[in-house]
């Protein structure tokens, strides 16, 4: 979710992707965001870009991370004091 996290930032500032980090940081978070490409459009004013299929990854893998959390959380048994 970091990489997520900095692409939105990254690509709201309109940072150079010829730097080799904005490239590595687009690259990683780009993975994460493509099954979420197309469910929303995405804004842009002038070189500002909102990259609303990155902040509908976050949303989701925090979803499932906090499913994912609960589920083992409900299956462990309780220890009785």
Do not use: H
Request: aromatic share 18%.
């Amino acid at each position: 979710m970091v990489f997520l996290g900095l692409r939105v930032l990254l690509l709201a500032l309109a940072a150079n992707q010829g730097n080799p980090f904005v490239d590595f940081v687009y690259a990683i978070g780009g993975f994460f965001s493509a099954p979420f490409t197309g469910i929303f459009g995405s804004p842009s004013y002038g070189q500002f870009f909102f990259d609303t299929a990155s902040v509908v990854a976050i949303v989701v893998y925090a979803l499932v991370a906090w499913g994912l959390v609960k589920l083992v959380t409900l299956t462990r048994p309780q220890d009785e004091v």
